[in-house]
């Protein structure tokens, strides 16, 4: 019997396959000249024999790992940094892991700040990464927002026509105000992105004069946050990996966003 062949792979996927990042983060090292094979410097979209070719990542070597590819998805708390390493981190989510899936290589398809909390995917799997990050795909990401002073319904077209700041267009593509009082304001909101900036949500506040005092990303696609409770992990099953993708109903019609004690 011959020994099993594994086809070539784009270098990209090799490396997201490794468990090392996501296939948008490995694409990026690749542009940045950090990803070498056989010694020589890689390019986008280069096979790669992952049996025999040798690859490296900033210097240290890539190895293709058969690990199972699953998604989890995470209650994140505050004060937790989305990252595998981080030497300024007291915590990271991966701290948190059970210890079934603490010895697993995941990645964050999509990160949360320090301060915030609410939906994190975690996966070892480079193309459902790849595809929730991309932004032609449109994932529905919802957060609740809660501000120091109230907002006023007049002003929600501005978060819709957003801000530029630093060369970069802030914006989010819908905004409803949470219970609202009888002269139209509140301190929390409902608002909808399907992109995702470092930031971008507290930026876009702050530039119109408003401070967050708290942000919880509650729902991604059809996926929602009730249920699991803070610092919870579940593996999602096929068919709520699906629902990621999946457009919520509210995108087409008003849907009232959960209460600030909702999980």
Known sequence: MQPAYME???????????????RRAAEALIVAGGVYVNGQKAILGQKVEPD???????????????????????????????????????????????REWAKLRLFCAG???????????????GDLAHKLMHPSN????????????????????QLLRGVVI??????????NLVNPKSDGTST??????????????????????????????????AL????IPLRGVKQLSTKEIQSLFAVPRSHYRDEAAPSSDEN
């Open 52 to 98: 025999t070719d040798k690859v490296t990542v900033n210097g240290k070597s890539v190895r293709s790992r058969a690990q199972p590819k699953l998604a989890l998805v995470m209650h994140k708390p505050r004060g937790v940094v989305c990252s595998n390493s981080d030497p300024h981190a007291e915590q990271t989510i991966f701290d948190l892991l059970p």
């Open 166 to 175: 630093e060369n970069e267009h802030l914006k989010v593509e819908r905004a």
């Open 8 to 22: 070539p792979l784009r270098i990209q996927k090799f490396i997201a396959d490794s468990g090392l990042c996501s």
């Open 224 to 227: 929602r946050l009730k249920g």
């Open 188 to 221: 929390q909101l409902d608002v909808h992105m399907h992109h995702g900036k470092k930031r971008e949500i507290r930026q876009l506040f702050t530039a119109l004069g408003f401070e967050v005092r708290r942000l919880r990303r509650y729902q991604i696609g």
């Open 111 to 125: 990160r949360l700040d320090k301060d915030s909390e609410g939906l994190v995917i975690l996966t070892s799997d």
């Open 138 to 157: 449109l994932v529905v990401k919802r957060y609740y927002v809660s501000l120091e002073e109230p907002f006023p319904a007049a002003r929600l077209r």
